[in-house]
Each structure stands twice: as structure tokens, then as C-alpha cells.
Nanobody, 131 residues
Framework: QVQLLESGGGFVQPGDSLTLSCVAS????????MGWFRQAPGKEREFVAA????????YYSESFKGRFTVSRGNSNNTVYLRLRNLRPEDTATYYC????????????????????????WGQGTQVTVSS
């Protein structure tokens, strides 16, 4: 079992930056694929970014590439999502997720954006962007 706890959300102004953290407990996440998703009120959950189970290969939704950065700190069992140049439309609850499977390099690009690929989810952290 893996428990995930997100933090770092808050109320910010357009153009600001935030770093979200997802701390895992129960087992090491060093060999787990880790993803970030978000859900805005009245909208479906959408993929933001993920980092592969082995190594540092990252995957991003085209909508966020260049503004958001995912990384992992295996020594502290944490995965991060750096959000830059935030916009009001980035207002959402951001969720961290963990995936136990071992997709190949060839299948990872399709695997990680799929919310069904993940076995564990955190409770989310709210990000509100408003002037």
C-alpha cells in the first residue's frame, strides 16, 4: 500500500509560481511511475504530467509543457510539480498518483496520461489563481 499526501497549493495571483509536493508513505516510490492530474469544478480530471518508473523520463500534456515541471526526490520519497506563470484557468484540485506497473518505453507515452493506469491516489491540493 502507498499513501500519498499532496501539499503546496494555495491562493495565488496570475503569473505567480507554486511548487506542489506529494509525499509517499508505506513504501518507496523510487520504482513507481508517478503522475499529476488536476480537476477543475464541473470538469473531468485531466492529465498534467508524469515521471517514469525507472529513470527521469517525463511526460506532459501538451497544454502544460513548458510551464509545469515534474520531478522526483527519491531520497525523501517525494514527487514535485512546479507550476509557473499560473493563469486563472489553472484553478483546480491537483492530485498525485502512483502506478505500480512497468510499462515499456514504447507504451509509456500512452500509459501515463491514462488515469486508469494508476493504483494509488492522494486527496488533492487546491490551487486557486485569481487577481
Amino acid at each position: 500500500q502507498v499513501q500519498l499526501l499532496e501539499s503546496g497549493g494555495g491562493f495565488v495571483q496570475p503569473g505567480d509560481s507554486l511548487t506542489l509536493s506529494c509525499v509517499a508513505s508505506g513504501r518507496s516510490i523510487s520504482d513507481l511511475g508517478m503522475g499529476w492530474f488536476r480537476q477543475a469544478p464541473g470538469k473531468e480530471r485531466e492529465f498534467v504530467a508524469a515521471i517514469r518508473w525507472n529513470g527521469g523520463i517525463t511526460y506532459y500534456s501538451e497544454s502544460f509543457k513548458g510551464r509545469f515541471t515534474v520531478s522526483r526526490g527519491n531520497s525523501n520519497n517525494t514527487v514535485y510539480l512546479r507550476l509557473r506563470n499560473l493563469r486563472p484557468e489553472d484553478t483546480a484540485t491537483y492530485y498525485c498518483a502512483a502506478d505500480r506497473s512497468r510499462p515499456t518505453y514504447q507504451t509509456s507515452a500512452a500509459h501515463y496520461p491514462d488515469a486508469m493506469s494508476y493504483d494509488y491516489w492522494g486527496q488533492g491540493t487546491q490551487v486557486t489563481v485569481s487577481s
